[in-house]
């Protein structure tokens, strides 16, 4: 049997130890009635040479395109040093690291790790690793609620151009505990979030406020000014951003005055393939002051008896397995080893790796935004600076172009109707650093014969 | 094991890197439209190391972990079964990897196969009538499983229903998922032999019980003998079941949670269908439902029309709990769960089960026969079960955790101690399907040597472990003294 | 610059103490004239992100094709397990095992490697490896000249029965020293060598008979009568053998009365990708009188200073870093790494897994044959077993035949008119255990289609 | 390091098995056709153990390695320097891996190109005008190169010429390629500066001389000045010169062995172009040579026809030496060898002839300071440096091999050691370009450790190492008693 090591004569003696006579006696507790005898439903065993040979139809039946899909999930390059040495044994195969003294490895990275994302975000301190982007914010939400000591009301704005599946896990997740989530308009010509949306909860109690920046259309928000009013009304301000920009952009920590409060993020660009949307991972950061309201585990650096450093889980107080139904969040299993992935990418990237990639994301955008509204019937949606996606209006519907284009190798983009039907035709494309100009120029050229088709159709 | 390892910070030198991974510089023009206020003054503190530098830190570091791949590492209610390496290799296939989760269902036909059948797989196994694979772990499953429930409750104007019955044995995540969603936790009492009092649970059933959480086997190790009683009480108060499934690798393919009367589960894939642990992560939680909670599954779900496959979404299921996870959940993970349970297939399913409790009912009796005591020595194990070491602990005074040290310096991971929390000085110990008997034996063999130990020499054993790269870590100073960041300054 | 760590900083103050001041100081001792000032005709760096795109579009172009090749390279089912591990750091990156304590893994796995080649062929002792199967014949006949000491005349016999490949690697290996090396003819109806051949090497001066099995042809020798007849003449035996045949076929170590006397093969079906035909690793074994003449590196267990078991090079005094040239051979790098891969295939799949394996082969290969000489037009050239190859005569020329199946993604075999023209338009042809029924259907099909245009056209 | 492991075959038990991995059993009938005279009576006696137990026994394994990947590995002649992942990872495309040798060209452009590309950027490096890529280690292109020097005299019809001259410093591969090849060698002093002696050479040179083999820089660790006289001598008597290109290293992208004047060359891409080595190889060493020797290239060879790539055989090369190889040689490595030169690039091929210089002079220096003795003090360190311990020898009695069981301890791969054969003590030194100067440092500061205690102490040194998973080996036991291969009774 597949994965089990035991022989006849092996099974003969432990039975005989045990005292029974067949398999079948270890389970004479379970209620006769409730035994079945077999899985109708589970298909016959494979071995690996066909599930192999299954799983490598399937892989290529999916094919390979040119995609510039982004909205949350970036193709970036993943040095390959990242996962021959993230899906070594020792860190594939191990458990959340309790046994300390036999988990060095994986809590001096968790340790490396927390150093590295506060660094990058600004902030003091860094938990483990959450789910993903959207059920960070989801915790971020719920964390606010606990940490803002002024605030009763458990409500939380959040703009518009925040990601719309972020928004959604926040209400799903959150609204079970009574959080209510408003939201705050866009301006439609920028594609931001005007501070002055914010006057008319003067005076009221609001708990936190949602930034994400560069937001969903790949936009920049006014965040210091946002921040700043936040703090001066007792709101929390939750910065949601993505890590690649960090090395170019203002990190949260350094919003406004004061800073954000708390700083979450999905994680996915920082060495994760796109692997259809998971396993990734999340982020979360904060002030040392609220480090006990923070949900996820976390890792400290102390002594062994014998005086030397070492690495232990810390603050369990705040988990579920001591404080239970009183801990920070019900999170226990977390992205362990996607946090190794990233923390490897992040060494390898150093700021300046990181900085080169998003600075050429961002000059990658440019140049496909350039190219593709020089076609007829292409427009940019909003003015102003983006960081590597860009809303596009087309002037006929995006659904039947993007089939065309996927039709000849070529993911165009998100079609943002379903999301933002007040934009139109709306487009959202992104351009990485493994974008080249011959790509840029293939979309465009096709872009351009599918419209004429259309157009002549 | 190796030596300990610097911190990577401490090889950093400005200006070093592994240059080969950076694009080329596109030069400062390219960033001209960013403005001043937006744009960060200082660059991140991230190391400066190159690339062999890299390379060597993080393999010396794995070095330092026991793993699987290395080492019998018998953690209790964790399941920690070979993870196989088929599952890596396939899942990793550069198709599936390369796929964005927003690119067109024409171009994800072969992944979206590989989902639905899953899903298919997971319902024959559990006996439910609907599964959701998004869920990104156990407790992200019960999340989703309780507020099903609730969904539930609410959709049938049963508004008041939000009290979470749990056996207090449970795993925390029970208690804690309760209060994520809202509802407020009440704790039931087990007997002597390890059920759940059905007495209490009588009393504790009422017009404001939403449902029970259990897990079953339970984490005491046995099997829940009256569980049809059990559905019968809650059901009867109007209350659903909540199967945790957790400790589903003992009945795979024996029994199935659906036929036992539960409304609602939640398996934990990185468990039972074996993908890996990854030193704290991913999991998946798939959900897996009856047909009253069908409407309710958490989105995304793959649907299946003629020979096309498609993801379902708010227009299909417009009373689902909604979205948990930014795309499809750990849909790599979930391709590593769909190729073990395609290797095992129907009749490996059902050797799991057996087999790993064989291991666990062989290894709890040779221990006893060795001397040790079980917490429910009347009982059968299922694919774990607890040994109690207050006596040790009494007359020895060497504790649970001294025993669990010890382990480490025979080359064994420590089962898991102190929990469940109402069983004093234990260890909850799971071998495993894919453990042999020689590694049983062995880890007897071992167990026998440090009682011994106990009694002649119990410094050895109080002061373990002595082999790791670092002695027994302080974690009251680790919480006082908070140090969570590496400072170029921080001397401890 | 890639993969070179030093900063500015470090090469400055390097420089100071080494007491030059440029970097081109330390090569002051080359004769100027000789200095280049850079590698015209090597391009510029690409980066790893660059790389990565060019290598995985050219592995995309070569595409994937079903396949019915063999010939001395074999498609096989490779478990992930092996790879996975032979590919980590301790193994990849390590050196021949010069400093034993610090290299117990590789000289463990060297060991458990000859343990396991040793009982597969059923010879005594097994070296740690050589290049290839092509090598390690030619190095077995020179082997078989030193340790014939009967024999002056440096002459060895080989069927025409043997790889081609092989033969012209021996010449061209071992004619330098002398040997010569005579062609053996195989008869054309059934594909072996008769025994009956050898009969007018009778009262002459032969060092050694090579004995391929199963021969190229897929073919069964009379191993035995082979063997005896040499061993009657004071003639040496060298057996070519497949391993994955040898779960089931009798091992050279039973050939005849005294079993053969080297036995050597190509190591690829052991757990070796295709790759092109390299990296794949050849193995030789041979009887304990013989081990100091044979080349190649060799393990032993040995004991520590403590009294404990460990393993260590041994008998160096033949190799050519100790002997110089004196050595049995110049071979130093040998294929440590293939060898470990089949170590731990060979452990996977244990006695048990390679008979089902050779056995399914066989299987596979009579359906092939089976299937496609009942087209008109299709015969097999010979009758009498195979092993997992067999030979297939077609009523017109090869070549345009495995053209049009190539350009139908189908790999038909072998054209053997280039090796073997006086059998016509012959074909070699592969089925092993990846092979479906319906695989073979689909090349019966397609074989049948494209005959049937041939001869419409 | 991790503790011993046992060998396999004690894990081995009857009917066990990773039976995931096996085809379904075809049953006998699918034998019925095979003559029972030539089947195998009895099953070979390979281990019967399970996946998990396999996986746990090599990784286990693997760890009592030391290796680049986790040690500073200063071996010299060995070129131990950083193997790129990347050049793993896509050398290993499934595209790749699965592509049959005999494959028509039609579906090998992909391969073909990189391999066309390499033998181009090959002969730019070494300044060759011609590159054949089949050898497979560096003393198979050694074979291939002193074989075409053969097949060039005779087909001159210069049939006596069968003298090859070493150089006593020489490689044992040199003299043994030599007898390989039917010459017979003569071996010529150096002079106390490390030069060749031109007298000696001068008389060794002759009508009979078919070649010389040299390494330049030479073994030992410095640069032959006089190269063009060598060259001018050796070709005036009718020889070709024979580059072993193993230090190439050393003066990539600053000099090229074409420009010295060699006729013949081999470069061993598993040591200049960072192809992994395996624990002992595959290696790759593919010959270059001078216009003369072009039509003796072994085959194949890859040619390009307008966009096309195609094999050159036989037809082609009607003169070639032959084949060496049953397909293409170590393909695999090839790949890997051509992805490290488009990563390096023209500027990082001089690059890594100036840093490995840097590193070894810098490194040379700093143990002169410390107090070691280098053999040739007066000359500039190539790639590589030779530090002679005799005086320890003789003043502590603590040799060469002590001090290099020592540095285990400290966490160093030793270097060389007792080669090359004329340097008393010695112990070779390579650092390479891809280690830091820290490395470097710490590595002076474990040498001046081990000086201090074996000035000291010097039992620590002598019966090092103390902390390997194995104390010093008896090597003199293990040739006497040879145990190789294990049997169920084997007690050493
Ligand atoms: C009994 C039980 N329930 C729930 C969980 C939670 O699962 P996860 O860690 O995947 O969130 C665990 C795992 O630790 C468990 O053991
Ligand atoms: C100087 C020198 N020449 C030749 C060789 C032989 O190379 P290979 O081991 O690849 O056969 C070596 C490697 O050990 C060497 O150092």
């Known amino acids: 049997m597949a994965f089990i090591p035991h022989t006849a004569a092996d099974v003969a003696s432990m039975l005989a130890t045990i005292g029974v006579s067949r398999l079948e006696d270890l389970f004479d507790e379970i209620p006769r009635e409730l035994r079945i005898k077999s899985l109708a439903g589970v298909p016959e065993e494979l071995n690996e040479m066909e599930i192999g040979r299954l799983m490598s139809e399937r892989a290529a039946a999916d094919g390979t395109a040119l995609s510039f899909l982004g909205a949350g999930a970036y193709e970036h390059h993943i040095p390959a040093a990242v996962w021959a040495i993230t899906t070594r044994g020792e860190f594939y195969s191990a458990y959340t690291p309790y046994q300390a003294e036999a988990s060095q490895g994986t809590l001096q990275t968790i340790y490396e790790f927390q150093t590295m994302i506060a660094r990058l975000t600004g902030m003091e301190v860094s938990n483990a690793s959450m789910y993903d982007g959207a059920s960070a914010v989801a915790e971020a939400a719920l964390m606010a609620v606990r940490a803002n000591r002024k605030s009763r009301a458990a409500r939380i704005l959040v703009p518009g151009t925040v990601h719309p599946h972020y928004r959604r896990v926040a209400v799903a997740t959150a609204a079970n505990q009574g959080l209510r989530f408003e939201e705050l308009p866009y301006c439609t010509e920028a594609g931001v979030t005007p501070a002055a949306s914010l006057a008319r909860y003067e005076g009221e109690d609001v708990t936190a406020l949602l930034i994400q920046q560069p937001n969903f259309f790949g936009r920049l928000e006014d965040v210091d000014a946002l921040t700043d009013w936040a703090h001066a009304h007792n709101v929390l301000v939750i910065a949601v951003v993505n890590p690649t920009s960090l090395a170019l952009l203002k990190p949260p920590g350094q919003w406004g005055a004061r800073g954000a409060d708390i700083a979450v993020g999905e994680g996915q660009p920082l060495g994760v393939p796109l692997s259809s949307g998971g396993p990734y991972f999340g982020f979360m950061t904060t002030r040392m002051e609220y480090v006990r309201q923070m949900p996820g585990r976390i890792v400290g650096r102390t002594l062994d008896v014998a005086g030397h450093e070492g690495f232990t889980l810390t603050l369990q107080a705040r988990e579920q397995h001591i404080r239970r139904a009183k801990a920070t969040s019900n999170i226990c299993t977390n992205q362990g080893l996607l946090m190794t992935a990233a923390t490897i990418y992040m060494s390898l990237m150093g700021a300046q790796g990181l900085a080169r990639t998003a600075a050429t994301c961002h000059a990658r955008t440019r140049e496909l935004v350039a190219a593709l509204t020089r076609l007829p019937g292409v427009r940019p949606a909003f003015s102003g600076p983006c960081f590597h996606e860009a809303v596009l209006l087309l002037d006929r519907p995006a659904a039947p172009v993007l089939k065309a284009l996927a039709a000849r190798g070529i993911f165009g983009g998100l079609d943002l109707g379903a999301y933002y039907p007040e934009l139109g035709a709306a487009l959202l494309v992104c351009a990485t650093e493994t974008k080249t100009q011959a790509d840029i120029e293939r979309y465009r050229a096709t872009l351009q014969e599918t419209l004429q088709a259309a157009r002549a159709a | ?492």
């Not at chain 2, 059901?235 to 036992?260: C, F, Q, S, T």
């Open chain 2, 1 to 492: 094991m190796s030596a300990r390892e610097k911190v990577i910070f401490e090889y950093s030198h400005p200006g070093r890197g592994a240059s080969d991974q950076w694009p080329h510089d596109p030069g400062p023009a390219a960033l001209a439209d960013l403005p001043a206020a937006l744009r960060r003054a200082q660059p991140p503190q991230l190391p400066e190391v190159g690339e062999l530098e890299t390379v060597r830190h993080f393999t010396r570091l794995s070095q330092l972990n026991f793993s699987i791949d290395t080492h019998f590492y018998p953690l209790g209610s964790c399941t920690m079964k070979y993870n196989p390496k088929a599952c890596n290799q396939y899942a990793m296939l550069p198709g599936f990897l390369g796929r964005h989760p927003l690119a067109p269902e024409s171009h994800g036909q072969g992944f979206l196969a590989c989902m639905y059948e899953l899903q298919e797989m997971l319902k024959a196994v559990t006996g439910m009538e609907g599964v959701a694979l998004s869920p990104m772990a156990g407790a992200h499953g019960e999340f989703a499983g309780v507020a099903m429930i609730r969904a539930y409750h609410r959709a049938r104007g049963d508004l008041k229903r939000n009290e979470i019955i749990v056996p207090e044995a449970a795993h925390g995540t029970n208690p804690a998922t309760a209060t994520m969603c809202g509802c407020v936790v009440r704790e039931i009492p087990v007997d002597a032999q390890g059920d759940v009092e059905l007495q209490a649970l009588r009393q504790a059933v009422g017009p404001n019980t939403a449902g029970i959480m259990l897990t079953n086997p339970s984490t005491l190790g046995v099997f829940e003998r009256r569980i049809q009683e059990v559905a019968r009480i809650v059901h009867e108060a109007g209350g659903l079941l909540y199967y945790d499934g957790a400790n589903l690798n003992a009945i795979l393919g024996k029994v199935r949670p659906g036929d036992m009367g539960f409304d609602v589960i939640h398996m934990n894939l990185h468990k039972t269908f074996s993908t890996p642990h990854g030193g704290g992560g991913p999991g998946a939680g798939a959900v897996g439902v009856a047909s009253r909670l069908l409407p309710f599954l958490p989105l995304p779900v793959v649907g299946k029309e003629g020979e096309r496959y498609r993801w379902l979404a708010e227009a299909d299921l417009p009373q689902s709990i909604g979205r948990l996870s930014a795309f499809m959940g750990n849909a790599g993970v979930l391709l590593r769960a769909y190729i073990y349970m395609r290797l095992l297939g129907r009749d490996g399913m059902r050797a799991v089960g057996e087999y790993a409790t064989l291991n666990a009912n062989y290894l709890l009796k040779r221990l006893m026969t060795a001397g040790f005591d079980a917490a429910y020595p009347q009982r059968r194990a299922s694919h774990e079960f607890i040994v109690t070491l207050k006596r040790q602990a009494r007359e020895l005074n060497v504790t649970a955790m001294d025993f669990a040290k010890r382990l480490l310096d025979h080359g064994f991971h420590a089962p898991t101690t102190y929990f469940p929390l109402l069983v004093p000085e234990c260890l909850l110990i799971e071998p495993t399907e894919t453990e042999s008997k020689d590694t049983l034996d062995a880890f007897v063999a071992a167990m026998s040597q440090i009682q011994k130990e106990a009694e002649q020499e119990p410094g050895r054993v109080t002061s373990a472990p002595h082999t790791m790269p670092v002695r027994r870590l302080d974690d009251v100073r680790a919480a006082r003294q908070l140090d969570l960041t590496w400072k170029p300054t921080a001397q401890p």
